[in-house]
């Protein structure tokens, strides 16, 4: 049997990230996502629950405000807990493995703020950021200890 889970979302915002962390110092962000939804003539908005952990959360938490677009590339987690009042609650969120952040229409060149263009935690820890080739300083005197 085989299983998949993966969800890709773009939208923006809903509230600024909160940025927290576990009794171990782990950092993890939550924030709101608004993703339209456009059927025919009318649009609906969807809207996610997002957790970011540790690096990624923490670029997140301190790049990203309010309104500001972005795409999610994460899984989804079904929670289970029991309320103050005994009753039980369920809810599914979305864990966020990749973020690209995206500019909105209008912004110069930079997406906005001077953030980066791309923060993801793949699932190696590696963190990618992304960005034009030719923004990348090589130097070609780091390749002389490479043994091939």
Known sequence: MVS?????LAGNLT???????TGSGIP??????AVNRVRSKNEEVDFFDITAWRELGETIANYKKKGDPILVEGRLQFRTWEAQDGGKRNKVDV????VQFLGR???AGD?????PAAAGQRRGGGQNQGGNRDDVNIN???FDDIPF
């Open 15 to 21: 509230r600024d990230p909160e940025l927290r962390f």
């Open 95 to 98: 864990v966020a493995d990749n």
């Open 4 to 8: 998949f889970n993966r969800v890709i």
């Open 111 to 115: 997406g906005g703020g001077g953030a």
């Open 105 to 107: 229409a209008g912004d």
């Open 28 to 33: 993890v962000c939550d924030f709101g996502l």
């Open 140 to 142: 070609e005197e780091d």
